[in-house]
């Protein structure tokens, strides 16, 4: 059975950077997509970003982060990166890596991490 695990999240300022990691048990890491969600408070549960599979040759971000997040892998290390810059109070939810697939442009989560929380706040 598949198990992620998410780490780097934290208290951070306004304006400020963290790195997510996501590290993956199993095998065949490379031949699935990945994806981090986050969910705020109240809200509903939110893309924001997915990789392609193997290469991560495509990637997508939702308009509230693109221009500041970075999502990446890396196959050997069986690992999936959200790099966080120019973070605001309202990026503060809980983020959850999965592992899903993918067809066309369109990303389907079947498996997800425990979450961690990111907090930005002065």
């Known amino acids: 059975q598949v198990q992620l695990v998410e780490s780097g999240g934290g208290l951070v300022q306004p304006g400020g950077s963290l790195r997510l990691s996501c590290a993956v048990s199993g095998s065949a890491f490379s031949i699935y997509a990945m994806g981090w969600y986050r969910q705020a408070p109240g809200k509903q549960r939110e893309l924001v970003a997915h990789?392609?599979?193997?290469?991560?040759?495509?990637?997508y971000y939702s308009d509230s982060v693109k221009g500041r997040f970075s999502i990446s892998r890396d196959n050997a290390k069986k690992t999936v990166y959200l790099q966080m810059n120019s973070l605001k109070p309202e990026d503060t939810a809980v983020y959850y890596c999965t592992r899903g697939s993918q067809s066309g442009t369109t990303y389907y989560p079947n498996s997800w991490g425990q979450g961690t929380q990111v907090t930005v706040s002065s």
């Open positions: 990789v392609s599979a193997p290469r991560g040759d495509f990637t």
